[in-house]
């Protein structure tokens, strides 16, 4: 677990925004914000649909930490496979409208980078 001056993530964002942090979107805010990988990924497909090799080579990252990332992103409905579940090669993905909306509030809290 992350922690910032002895805090928990809930911790701080409860602390520094009230009741309303432990809402959902905050719980997912804190769940992006706590791995590189994830932030960096959801910035890229905010600005559009890719596959996991364009990220990859994008974000000049490892295959295996975006495949990671959009797996746990997906989980969380935050990012999407546009393309057949089965197909093995060119899988698209892209941002949700959940997606969007978190990495929003993550700007406007200045917590993307």
């Not at 002895?6 to 804190?30: H, K, P, Q, T």
């Not at 295959?63 to 797996?71: E, G, Q």
């Not at 992103?73 to 197909?87: A, I, K, Q």
Request: charge should be negative; hydrophobic fraction near 35%.
């Amino acid at each position: 677990m992350v922690r910032y001056d002895g805090l928990s993530y809930r911790a701080l964002l409860f602390e520094c925004y009230g009741v309303g942090a432990m809402s959902d979107e905050w719980n997912a805010i804190g769940f992006v914000i706590s791995s590189n990988y994830r932030v960096t990924v959801l910035r890229r497909l905010n600005e559009g649909p890719a596959t996991p090799s364009q990220i990859a080579g994008d974000e000049d990252i490892a295959i295996t930490h975006v495949s990671r990332a959009l797996r746990e992103l997906g989980e969380r409905d935050l990012v999407e496979l546009l393309v057949p579940e089965n197909r093995r090669k060119g899988r698209v993905y892209g941002i949700t409208e959940k997606g969007e909306r978190i990495w929003e509030e993550m700007q406007s809290q200045n917590l993307a980078e």
